[in-house]
RNA sequence: GAUCGCGUAGCUCAGCUGGUAGAGCACCUGACUUUUAAUCAGGCGGUCUUGGGUUCGAAUCCCAACGCGAUCACCA
């Protein structure tokens, strides 16, 4: 039924006009609106490519061969421009934008007036030689010319193109042939992608596929979405992170592995945060958390080099630099530059917290504050344009990393800043059973919101580290947040094909 | 979840201190064989997101709901 009233809302004026149009054609000229198979097109930037001036310039002479190239083309109608017995038109695919020139003599009469009274949107097949006009735009000057799909729906504005962000996101395919930047945004972003597993293939990591449904959400302190899978009448989450399945993957004796692949978070919705994202995580037996330094930096710049010159890829105001290499700060470091205080400190650390009004000051667990602290002050302090490593996290809150020989209270992780963002984030992972189990346990007993109803210890995975797992590092990296900087989008979804948009079917179902 | 902003034709947008709706593109009819957001002439197109309220009168002011955006919160 809602079918039904889309329908209805659809068939305006335009939709009408354009369903008449397409039966009178099918009536007088026989023309079958929805098209079949083509062999043989050629994209169209490659057709602009073959564009030969020695061969133009000859054919304009009198009784000259014609020596053009000759091509196949299909793409749908941005422009058009009719002018009595010569229609121009412009057709776009995902390689660019071309002219086609309809002369009403080179065309057969009936194929020259769908030519003439084509729709924008409507998508066509033409054939013949790739010229030029007299003002020297190149083209296809059509000597076959086809509908290979009629487009009921009315395009939008087509000079300003579809810029209202709801529709661009609800309607992603309006979106995409409205604005071909957003097709170069993914266009990259598959590059992107593509750069990423030719370089962890190159250093022998093997890719994997662990479950996305899992019984237990563990790996990462988020809400995870619940369902229920009906024959085994079982719970099921939807997984927060792979980690602890990549794990037993290591205890199983693969030496590298890596996914990549979506996670899903029931946490709120920002520029900076999908419910659904993409992660890459590896995993490097006889690894550290210096192993996936190296090889994340190296990683993002080869991805930068994907997109342009990895010495300035520019992101809002920022000219990021990711030829150089990259900062590096401890974690303390920072904090004290930031507060003044050292963040072992206990007292200084409360009495700080107290003067910012953090909550708690006075009964949270003195290393929560540290972090509070941190998130608050020391973070922005970070030079947004340059990659910053913050490196030797406290141990309280990393309960999967482990604990720093030196100094237990400090671990060996990092996570690495770009323009304010957090993009990867890394261990040298801890494979003390016995110390694992611990932390486990304080962190449940320490927890008493609703969160900690999602929380269950994962035994199986205490086992396997009693099995034994070989030391290890380990690397979460941000795919999406990645993709925002090469391709300087400052908003998540503008590099999600089909970001979570709140349900319009239920207002109107439900009233 | 909180605060602020926005919601007008298919699209892009005007619409002032309240007086009952406008443009461009698209669409329809016609002219035009070298256009480039083609041009020219004529025409069609609106539950001003929705529901209440104030008022003689509301696109405009007030309240609420819905959607989108920004900021914040949440996201170790």
Same mark, same amino acid.
């Given at each position: 039924?809602?079918?039904? %009233?889309?329908? @209805?809302?659809?068939?305006?004026?335009?939709?009408?006009?354009?369903?008449?149009?397409?039966?009178?054609?099918?009536?007088?000229?026989?023309?079958?609106?929805?098209?079949?198979?083509?062999?043989?097109?050629?994209?169209?930037?490659?057709?602009?490519?073959?564009?030969?001036?020695?061969?133009?310039?000859?054919?304009?002479?009198?009784?000259?061969?014609?020596?053009?190239?000759?091509?196949?083309?299909?793409?749908? /109608?941005?422009?058009?421009?009719?002018?009595?017995?010569?229609?121009?038109?412009?057709?776009?695919?995902?390689?660019?934008?071309?002219?086609?020139?309809?002369?009403?003599?080179?065309?057969?009469?009936?194929?020259? %007036?769908?030519? &003439?009274?084509?729709?924008?949107?409507?998508?066509?097949?033409?054939?013949?030689?790739?010229?030029?006009?007299?003002?020297?735009?190149? /083209?296809?000057?059509?000597?076959?010319?086809? +509908?290979?799909? &009629?487009?009921?729906?009315?395009?939008?504005?087509?000079?300003?193109?579809?810029?209202?962000?709801?529709?661009?996101?609800?309607?992603?395919?309006?979106?995409?042939?409205?604005?071909?930047?957003?097709?170069?945004?993914?266009?990259?972003?598959?590059?992107?992608?593509?750069?990423?597993?030719?370089?962890?293939?190159? @250093? @022998?990591?093997?890719?994997?596929?662990?479950?996305?449904?899992?019984?237990?959400?563990?790996?990462?302190?988020?809400?995870?979405?619940?369902?229920?899978?009906?024959?085994?009448?079982?719970?099921?989450?939807?997984?927060?992170?792979?980690?602890?399945?990549?794990?037993?993957?290591?205890?199983?004796?693969?030496?590298?592995?890596?996914?990549?692949?979506?996670?899903?978070?029931?946490?709120?919705?920002?520029?900076?945060?999908?419910?659904?994202?993409?992660?890459?995580?590896?995993?490097?037996?006889?690894?550290?958390?210096?192993?996936?330094?190296?090889?994340?930096?190296?990683? *993002?710049?080869?991805?930068?080099?994907?997109?342009?010159?990895?010495?300035?890829?520019?992101?809002?105001?920022?000219?990021?630099?990711?030829?150089?290499?990259?900062?590096?700060?401890? =974690?303390?470091?920072?904090?004290?530059?930031?507060?003044?205080?050292?963040?072992?400190?206990?007292?200084?650390?409360?009495?700080?917290?107290?003067?910012?009004?953090?909550?708690?000051?006075?009964?949270?667990?003195?290393?929560?504050?540290?972090?509070?602290?941190?998130?608050?002050?020391?973070?922005?302090?970070?030079?947004?344009?340059?990659?910053?490593?913050?490196?030797?996290?406290?141990?309280? *809150?990393?309960? +999967?990393?482990?604990?720093?020989?030196?100094?237990?209270?400090?671990? =060996?992780?990092?996570?690495?800043?770009?323009?304010?963002?957090?993009?990867?984030?890394?261990?040298?992972?801890?494979?003390?059973?016995?110390?694992?189990?611990?932390?486990?346990?304080?962190?449940?007993?320490?927890?008493?919101?609703?969160?900690?109803?999602?929380?269950?210890?994962?035994?199986?995975?205490?086992?396997?580290?009693?099995?034994?797992?070989?030391?290890?590092?380990?690397?979460?990296?941000?795919?999406?947040?990645?993709?925002?900087?090469?391709?300087?989008?400052?908003?998540?979804?503008?590099?999600?094909?089909?970001?979570?948009?709140?349900?319009?079917?239920?207002?109107?179902?439900?009233?």
């Amino acid at each position: 039924m809602t079918e039904q %009233k889309v329908q @209805q809302q659809d068939e305006s004026q335009l939709v009408a006009a354009r369903r008449a149009k397409m039966d009178r054609w099918a009536e007088d000229l026989g023309v079958y609106p929805w098209g079949h198979r083509e062999d043989g097109l050629t994209s169209l930037a490659d057709a602009k490519a073959m564009f030969d001036q020695a061969a133009h310039d000859a054919q304009r002479e009198e009784g000259a061969e014609d020596t053009r190239p000759r091509v196949k083309v299909a793409g749908r /109608c941005i422009q058009h421009r009719a002018m009595g017995k010569l229609t121009f038109l412009v057709i776009r695919d995902d390689s660019g934008d071309l002219q086609i020139s309809c002369s009403k003599a080179a065309l057969p009469e009936e194929q020259f %007036k769908v030519a &003439k009274k084509l729709d924008y949107g409507d998508i066509i097949v033409a054939e013949g030689a790739v010229g030029a006009t007299q003002k020297g735009e190149i /083209c296809v000057w059509a000597d076959r010319f086809e +509908l290979a799909c &009629k487009s009921l729906v009315p395009p939008p504005e087509k000079f300003h193109g579809l810029s209202d962000t709801e529709l661009r996101y609800r309607q992603r395919y309006m979106d995409m042939y409205s604005n071909p930047e957003t097709i170069e945004t993914f266009r990259m972003r598959s590059n992107i992608v593509s750069s990423i597993r030719a370089f962890m293939d190159a @250093q @022998q990591y093997l890719e994997v596929e662990t479950p996305m449904m899992q019984p237990l959400a563990g790996g990462a302190a988020a809400r995870p979405f619940q369902t229920h899978h009906n024959a085994l009448d079982m719970s099921l989450f939807l997984r927060i992170a792979p980690e602890l399945y990549l794990k037993r993957l290591l205890v199983g004796g693969m030496r590298k592995v890596y996914e990549i692949n979506r996670n899903f978070r029931n946490e709120g919705v920002s520029r900076r945060h999908n419910p659904e994202f993409t992660m890459l995580e590896a995993y490097q037996a006889f690894g550290d958390c210096e192993t996936m330094l190296t090889l994340t930096e190296e990683m *993002i710049r080869e991805s930068a080099k994907v997109v342009g010159d990895p010495a300035a890829i520019s992101f809002g105001e920022h000219a990021i630099d990711y030829s150089k290499p990259f900062e590096r700060i401890s =974690y303390g470091v920072l904090f004290e530059n930031a507060t003044g205080v050292s963040m072992s400190d206990e007292s200084a650390v409360r009495a700080k917290a107290a003067e910012l009004h953090i909550a708690g000051a006075d009964k949270r667990n003195h290393w929560l504050l540290v972090a509070d602290l941190f998130e608050e002050v020391a973070e922005g302090s970070i030079d947004p344009s340059r990659p910053t490593f913050v490196t030797d996290f406290p141990s309280a *809150i990393s309960p +999967l990393t482990r604990p720093q020989k030196d100094d237990a209270t400090l671990s =060996y992780r990092w996570e690495l800043f770009i323009a304010d963002m957090e993009i990867a984030n890394a261990y040298t992972e801890l494979n003390d059973p016995d110390l694992q189990l611990q932390l486990f346990t304080e962190q449940l007993e320490g927890e008493d919101d609703e969160v900690a109803a999602f929380r269950t210890l994962d035994e199986d995975f205490i086992h396997a580290l009693r099995v034994g797992m070989p030391p290890a590092g380990g690397l979460g990296l941000g795919i999406d947040r990645l993709v925002m900087l090469l391709t300087g989008n400052e908003s998540i979804r503008d590099v999600i094909l089909f970001p979570l948009m709140r349900s319009q079917e239920t207002q109107s179902d439900d009233s």
